[in-house]
């Protein structure tokens, strides 16, 4: 793990005072700077030009770009300094129970926003909340809000962030202009990872950044901590797609095709030398059963109602796995079935 972190002899290396993690040295300062994702920020790059927001509402998976767009937002409507005193962040490491939220936003909405007509920026006279990671908020909080949302609204613009939107409570979410993020296509990934290698000065092969945006599936955070891993293991030599998939703990295709024959031999005993054998090389249950989702889609030889059935049950075993079951007896159960 230390090693991660540890600087390494290079240009940028010796440039950078702290120790910075890429995913944070290279978030995107402005909207221009953010991947994909165009229509949101053309929507949000026309609400700049009137200087008035809506509440806004952002949701969509992990690592792409939610936070850094509504920073990119503050910043390019506040200028980097007057931003700190505009912005109120709260995200779910703070304690989020309905009094505090409202005691801090009413501390936070009351106090009158700083003169800026000095500012070179737009500086509209309100403030904004981001409630990041509102998903984990729990219904009570989210219906307090509704209020302290309306009550403060002239002073203040709320912008909520979720993974889920379906678990942000439809009152809430009726205040609210809905932006989606969708997963970074591989281009824009491929594209960015290039821009960071070529900066931090990787030797980074193209096989190797594609498979790094292979295994990220649309999450460019992922991409880049596994880029920043790899580095930092073979500082001078060229980081191999082998690298990568080891660190992104992908299962070998070998084993996933042995798993899939054991699971056709409909023989118990082949299921669990299988089974054991990927149990025995410590790899994560969840993986597997996403490559083996990944695998059945495309099995040509496979039925449709052998599919559907797989299907069902690799979904049943993946709520378990989520829920903390035994990971060697879900695939066993999951292959034992005929
Ligand atoms: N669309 C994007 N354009 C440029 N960089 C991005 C984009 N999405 C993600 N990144 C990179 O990934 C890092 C994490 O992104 P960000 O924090 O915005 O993700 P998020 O959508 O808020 O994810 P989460 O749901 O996990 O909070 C950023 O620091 C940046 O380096
Ligand atoms: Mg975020």
């Not at 994702?37 to 969509?60: I, R």
């Not at 936003?105 to 509209?124: H, I, L, Q």
């Not at 293991?233 to 095709?257: K, R």
């Not at 082949?270 to 695998?295: D, P």
């Amino acid at each position: 793990m230390n090693s991660f972190f540890k600087l390494q002899p290079g240009a940028a290396a010796r440039t950078e005072p702290a120790i910075v993690p890429w995913v944070e040295k290279y978030r995107p300062k402005n909207m221009n700077e953010i991947s994909a994702q165009e229509d949101t920020v053309a929507v949000l790059k026309k609400t700049l030009e009137s200087a008035n927001l809506p509440h806004l509402l952002f949701y969509g998976p992990p690592g792409t770009g939610k936070t850094s767009t509504i920073l990119a937002l503050a910043r390019e409507l506040y200028g980097p300094e007057m931003m700190k005193s505009r912005i109120l962040e709260l995200n779910a490491s703070d304690e989020r129970g309905i009094d505090i939220v409202r005691e801090k936003v009413k501390n936070f909405a009351r106090t009158t926003v700083s003169d800026s007509s000095a500012s070179n920026y737009p500086c509209p006279p309100y403030k904004i909340i981001i409630l990041d990671e509102a998903d984990s908020m729990t219904t009570d909080a989210q219906s307090a809000l509704r209020r302290t949302m309306e009550t403060y609204s002239k002073l203040t613009r709320f912008c909520l962030i979720c993974n889920y939107v379906t678990r942000i409570i439809e009152p809430l979410a009726s205040r609210c202009a809905k932006f989606r993020f969708k997963p970074l296509a591989d281009e824009s990934i491929e594209e960015r990872l290039r821009h960071v290698a070529e900066v931090e000065g990787v030797n980074c092969p193209p096989e190797t950044i594609k498979t790094l945006s292979d295994v990220s599936g649309g999450d460019l955070r992922k991409a880049i901590m596994f880029l920043q891993s790899a580095h930092s293991l073979y500082v001078s030599e060229p980081v191999t797609p082998d690298t990568i998939t080891e660190i992104a703990g992908v299962v070998p295709e070998q084993i996933i095709d042995n798993l899939m024959q054991a699971w056709q031999s409909k023989k118990y005993q082949e299921v669990e030398k299988a089974v054991n054998a990927v149990v025995m090389a410590g790899y994560s249950a969840i993986q597997v059963l996403l490559q083996l989702h990944e695998r059945v889609i495309v099995d040509a030889h496979l039925s449709g109602s052998d599919k559907s059935r797989l299907m069902r049950n690799m979904g049943k075993a993946d709520k378990c796995l989520v829920d903390g079951a035994d990971e060697h007896l879900q695939l066993l159960n999951l292959l034992a079935q005929a």
